[in-house]
């Protein structure tokens, strides 16, 4: 049961009197919210945008201790456009979606040169930013500098849509504009900030995805989901996720305490990363060590032997499953291959790999002293 167009136009942008769902969420904020965060109050814009931007496609409870190293190693957006890529990289490593890191980089360094290392802070200027979208350029402004833009993340989206019972798929054109709207119409003018902090909180702790607390729910009366028994299904999504599993093999070359490895510089998954030489295959394709052997001599000729191999690990993503497979090789000598380098393991130690291969390394470096892996 949508709202209609008459009572969205008496909710509209600017209202003198916020709507009783806007004054509710308000007076649940001052009274009973308890969710500490600690992002939560702060005015400074990079540290907002630093959390915003970790945040993405991330759990706060993963993300909260990679937020805390980031303003620990670079207190200032200065410090952290003057970084070394691969040091970024590497504070970054198994956090996920690296693009966010690659367009960290490029957005600190963008301040840097386009606003004189100042943050900007207009609504325009602060989504021009690299990786900056509507919803983070809305965070940033309601946050660190108090201007009325609203929210529209996930959280928001599932309280609106319960509440006004929206049937309008969130993830279409129409319904992304449609929820947009609802948030504008919404937003407490005289206190921006503390109302988008609102809504996502009660969408993270009250009205969540599963077993939301409607019984303690001050929204209740109103809520058309839960008067008419829908609040399982909504919001309502149009696509399905279409995953697909890839089977890598990861050979690991290896000459006395030499080990090759290479950059990933493709628009694949875990760009600018570093891994070991890679054969993908469609699915389980070895099943010997004669078979990894013939194959690592098609990689590196000067293969010796296959001393082990390790496996399945494996890593989930949005989009696909990796399996990952290991194949320890010995090598006649630290022979030169295009595009990879021989590296010791104290400079091994320094480089940001995918989780699949960090998880591998720390299993054999724990395992190296019992002789069990």
């Known amino acids: 049961m949508p709202a209609s167009s008459a009572t969205r136009s008496r909710r509209k942008k600017g209202t003198a009197n916020p709507p009783w769902f806007t004054q509710t969420l308000l007076h649940w904020h001052a009274h ?84 004189g290392g100042h943050f900007p802070g207009s609504y325009a200027d602060i989504l021009s930013l690299k990786g900056v979208g509507p919803y983070t350029a809305a965070a940033i402004a309601s946050f660190g500098f108090g201007l009325p833009h609203a929210v529209v993340d996930g959280n928001v989206i599932r309280v609106l849509a319960r509440f006004y019972g929206i049937d309008e798929p969130f993830d279409t054109t129409a319904g992304k504009q449609r929820f947009t709207q609802e948030a504008d119409a919404h937003l407490a003018q005289h206190e921006p900030a503390a109302y988008n902090q609102a809504i996502m909180d009660f969408g993270a702790t009250v009205c ?65 990363l570093y891994e070991f030489l890679l054969v993908e295959e469609a699915s389980s394709a070895f099943t010997s060590n004669d078979q990894y052997l013939k194959k690592a001599r098609k990689l590196l000729p000067a293969t010796t032997s296959v001393v082990a191999a390790h496996g399945p690990f494996r890593q989930l993503l949005t989009h696909q499953t990796i399996y990952a497979h ?12 295009p595009g990879a380098q021989w590296v010791n393991e104290s400079a091994m130690a320094k480089l940001a790999f995918p989780k699949v291969i960090r998880d591998y390394l720390n299993k054999r470096e724990a395992a190296t002293q019992t002789n069990l892996f």
């Open 326 to 337: 290991f194949v320890e090789c010995t090598v006649d000598g630290a022979v030169a291959v």
């Open 208 to 272: 969540k995805p599963a077993a939301p607390l409607c019984l303690q729910c001050p929204m209740q009366k109103k809520c058309i989901a839960f008067l008419h028994q829908r609040v399982e299904s909504l919001p309502v999504k149009s696509k399905k996720l279409i995953k697909k599993d890839r089977h890598f093999y990861y050979f690991i070359f290896r000459h006395q305490q030499q080990t090759l490895v290479r950059q990933r510089n493709s628009k694949d998954i875990w760009q600018d």
């Open 32 to 115: 009973h919210n308890r969710r500490s965060m600690p992002w939560k109050g702060e005015t400074d814009p990079y540290k907002i945008w630093l959390s915003e931007i970790i945040l993405q496609q991330t759990r706060v409870e993963q993300g909260l201790a990679y937020y805390l190293r980031f303003v620990a190693t670079y207190p200032t957006i200065a410090e952290l456009a003057a970084a070394d890529d691969e040091a970024v990289f590497k504070l970054w490593e198994g956090l996920g979606y690296y693009s966010r890191c690659r367009n960290l980089l490029a957005a600190a360094r963008q301040v840097m040169q386009q606003f």
